[in-house]
């Protein structure tokens, strides 16, 4: 595919946007989350509440997005006389939309603009029911290819003025980022064909905004193309007050986050790491199999989120260590099953259970799947050769007890304890299920 490289300028970077190449998404990404306000424009942006969904929950699509628009001006600044189908392509009709977004014109074709327009070169133009002077040419309701299905022209403006309803217009320039908030009805016209970038995220002001959009929405015929609740409002909002509640050390809703909150860092959420456990390269880009502390869960991040970590070196030193499988040693095969030794504690009695062998690493580590026999809980873990008769056996040895229900175990390697929520209903750490 022919791939034509823009350079967006937005401060503080310049990012080269490689268009029909196959993933233009990461530098779309960098350029509408590296804005004055990436607090809120970034995914991961602390005042950004669609961040606050856990890993577990499958993110809103956010986007980027990428809006291709041809210009309504002739080369000599005049309006097209174009047919209706030709002018969709020259903006987006009225519309409001459910997420606060931000909009960069990252490129503009070279072409003369009219007189009235500033010098810099005007890509787009909107603003709430404001629009162009169209000259005669924007007479009608004209759709944009997606959204809404109105165009406000002049005459409908000055209607709609007597009405008492009035807007705003602004011209948006080469490399100017517009935020436009939830629920504001705004349209847009391309003066000259552009490429521009945007991307949705929710921001703590309009959280109350959204959900009364996405209550209006719910109420639309069954059909409706926009009855559909694509930012999971409501779920961003719970999980934006039990992040606030656990930040706040109030409450913390059993079995929902067993970590310590996380810090912000230069005005971005961080987690901390407990250790990594595996790598692997990812076409060619090395990630590492993270546990995050304090969590019940294991993501594949890319190498540059674990940049200078103590958990970073602490793998590289273990790697050295394990360079050297013996010869001897029988690999587990995946699906076979081995038995672990869990504690609930660091004092408490050891107690081996059994788990499945998921995967197995060339370096003679593998992840297991430890279920109690109980049923009550089940977790995932990573194991070395190494620590075969100590953390893990082969089958072929006994149990020494099986604990009973309610307690909550974990490998001894890896001690999890220290919150309320892993005591039993008794408040106590299931020592009377070791015996
Ligand atoms: O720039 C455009 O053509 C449309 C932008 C817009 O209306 C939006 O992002 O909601």
Redesign the pocket.
Known sequence: MMSINVTIKVLPINVTLAIGSADPTSETRAACEHTNAPAYTKRDGALNLASKLPRYCLPPDLGP?M?L?FGALTPEGRFVRASTSERHAA??GL?V?IAD?V?ILCHIEPLRAPSWAPRSGAG?L?GPVGTEDDGGTQDGAAG?PS??TFYINARLRKRLKEEGVVGWRFV?RLGDAVF?PCGCP???L?LRSCI?V?MDFVSPEHIARCLAHTEQFRLLPRGHGRRQDTLSTKSVLLHTVAHALRTAGVYVAPGYALGPPPTLVGGEVEYSVEYIAAERMKGNKLEYNVKWLGYEEWTWEPARHLKNTKALLEWQAKKQQNLTVPEEWVWPVEGETIEVEVAASEDAPAVWVTAEVLVVLVDGTFQARIVLPDGSDQWEDWFSWQEEGTDWRRRAQQPRAAPSSGAVLSPIKKQRLGSDDQLDSNGSCGEKAME
């Open positions: 997005k809006y628009g903006g987006t519309h939309d977004a909009n787009g909107g944009g959204k809404g948006q436009i705004h349209q847009v391309n521009k945007a």
